[in-house]
């Protein structure tokens, strides 16, 4: 019932221009996907690492606000003693608590704009670029809600401070304005919704508990999108085999005469990722109406199952017009595909 776009991948890491010259593009993937006037525009994920490592030492790129889009270099010595250089996202401490010493990769913005939805021209130089003390190690998984006449990107800010989430507010994605940190470490997977429910705004997010709990979809409101409260738990991961890890929101909710309309992600407990949906009341974004019992996509194409980080289907955005829905996703954690399916084969998944 889902149809995968025949050119896919739509757009691969060769079609991006490293920001600087000592950087290599390891991958585009997880966009933000938005109609704006005649054309698709997407917020792509750019990931870069230093170019040319030598046999001892890992440089990892930091970013630095004296630097203008390029970044410093950290330096790991290659002791196997003491990391674990076998995870292509991360090389973990091995003393003391298992903790994330650093990412391999760092993360930026960059706007792709098409007519058709299938090409897309690919800015040359970064759109966003991380800046702030809880973006050092990067800007990652954009997600754009039009709301009230302006643009709103939740996206994930990565530093040695954790995991947070950020929020961000353009009117012509030519201008941008950060207007902080909106959810406190760890989370991500922040969707907010199209317009106010019942005089507030509404946001799904997936906070991480450590010691009691899973990663969960919470809801939370707010009056002016900076403040949040009456945090709410409304999915857990399930007890089917594809959800058992993780989910979190995926594209911000698209409004449906059936409910609220959520793609989301599922991991299991090899890693593997799935896209899903469920419906939620449209006056009541807390209440699940109905959930789908099987995955929507599952990673079987070769360039969803090899990449940098292997089987993964992940998506930031989708588009809904003439009740088609436009799925845009990361593939494989290094490019970005697109599948399609009708409202109403969607909606027939649902139980
Ligand atoms: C996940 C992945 C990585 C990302 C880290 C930190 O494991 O999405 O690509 O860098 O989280 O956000």
């Not at 490293?18 to 698709?40: M, S, W």
């Not at 995926?250 to 799935?274: C, E, M, Q, R, S």
């Not at 593939?331 to 595909?337: L, M, S």
Request: charged share 25%; glycine share 6%; aromatic share 12%.
């Amino acid at each position: 019932m889902i149809i995968r776009e025949k050119q896919n991948p739509i757009i691969t890491k060769e079609q991006i221009k490293p920001t600087a010259e000592n950087l290599v593009v390891v991958g585009v993937f997880n966009c933000g996907a938005v109609k704006y006037r005649d054309e698709i525009i997407l917020l792509l994920r750019v990931a870069e690492a230093i170019a040319n490592q030598n046999s001892e030492v890992i440089q990892i790129p930091i970013a630095d606000r004296k630097i203008k889009n390029g970044y410093s270099i950290k330096e790991i010595a290659k002791d196997y003693h003491k990391y674990d250089f076998n995870d292509s996202r991360f090389i973990y401490k091995l003393d003391g608590k298992r903790q994330i010493e650093n990412l391999t990769s760092i993360s930026h913005f960059r706007l792709a704009r098409s007519k058709d939805g299938v090409n897309f021209i690919v800015d040359q130089v970064p759109t966003i670029f991380p800046e702030t003390v809880y973006e050092e190690w990067g800007i990652e998984d954009p997600r754009i809600t039009h709301l009230e006449g302006s643009y709103y990107i939740t996206y994930t800010a990565v530093s040695k401070y954790g995991v947070c989430v950020g929020l961000i507010k353009t009117d012509d994605f030519i201008q941008f304005q950060r207007l902080g940190i909106i959810f406190s470490p760890e989370n991500k997977d922040t969707v907010l919704f199209p317009e106010q429910i019942n005089g507030k705004y509404y946001a799904y997010h997936r906070p991480v508990p450590t010691e009691i709990g899973y990663p969960d979809i919470w809801l939370s409101s707010s009056t002016d999108l900076l403040h949040w409260g009456e945090h709410e738990h409304i999915l857990s991961v399930a007890t089917n085999d594809w959800s058992q890890q993780r989910i979190g929101a995926g594209a911000p909710p698209i409004k449906t005469k059936a409910g609220w309309l959520n793609i989301y992600h599922g991991a299991d407990n090899d890693g593997k990722y799935y896209l899903s949906s469920f419906l939620t009341s449209l006056d009541d974004p807390g209440r699940i109406i109905k959930i789908a019992n099987k995955p929507l996509l599952t990673p079987t194409e070769d360039y969803e199952r090899i990449g940098f980080y292997p089987n993964v289907v992940f998506t930031c955005g989708a588009i809904m017009e003439n009740d088609m829905i436009d799925i845009y996703y990361g593939a494989a954690d290094d490019k970005i595909a697109k599948a399609s399916i009708s409202l109403d084969d969607l909606l027939s998944l649902h139980d």
